[in-house]
Nanobody
Framework: VQLVESGGGSVQAGESLTLSCTAS????????MAWFRQAPGQEREGVAA????????YYHNSVQGRFTISQDKARNILYLRMDNLKPEDTAVYYC?????????????????WGQGTQVTVS
């Protein structure tokens, strides 16, 4: 399984970015995929997740209403649309997938990770 993120960059506060994660060697309909982020000196936190089969979405309170997770199941691509970005959203963003079940925004249940993409908001 390989997860490759793209779309990070540097933006001004209030602007938008869309991250993409292309998954290869991974085609299951009953698992979770998610976006996590990690700022320097902080724990990795789940920001958005999707139950791949039914398409149910889940968000961290800090991004609810600003971030949108979506998927293109036919192309195995996961997206994170980020609107109204704030300086506190600055972090390395990681795509993750799992074959396990548990708290959907908990990093502990994810067994596949991308390399990360930097998002900087000033």
């Amino acid at each position: 399984v390989q997860l490759v993120e793209s779309g990070g960059g540097s933006v001004q506060a209030g602007e938008s970015l869309t991250l993409s994660c292309t998954a290869s060697g991974y085609a299951r309909s009953n698992d979770y995929m998610a976006w996590f982020r990690q700022a320097p000196g902080q724990e990795r936190e789940g920001v958005a997740a999707i139950d791949v089969g039914p398409g149910r979405t889940y968000y961290h309170n800090s991004v609810q209403g600003r971030f949108t997770i979506s998927q293109d199941k036919a192309r195995n691509i996961l997206y994170l649309r980020m609107d109204n970005l704030k300086p506190e959203d600055t972090a390395v963003y990681y795509c993750a997938a799992t074959t396990l079940f548990g708290p959907i925004l908990s990093a502990s249940i994810y067994n596949y990770w991308g390399q990360g993409t930097q998002v900087t908001v000033s």
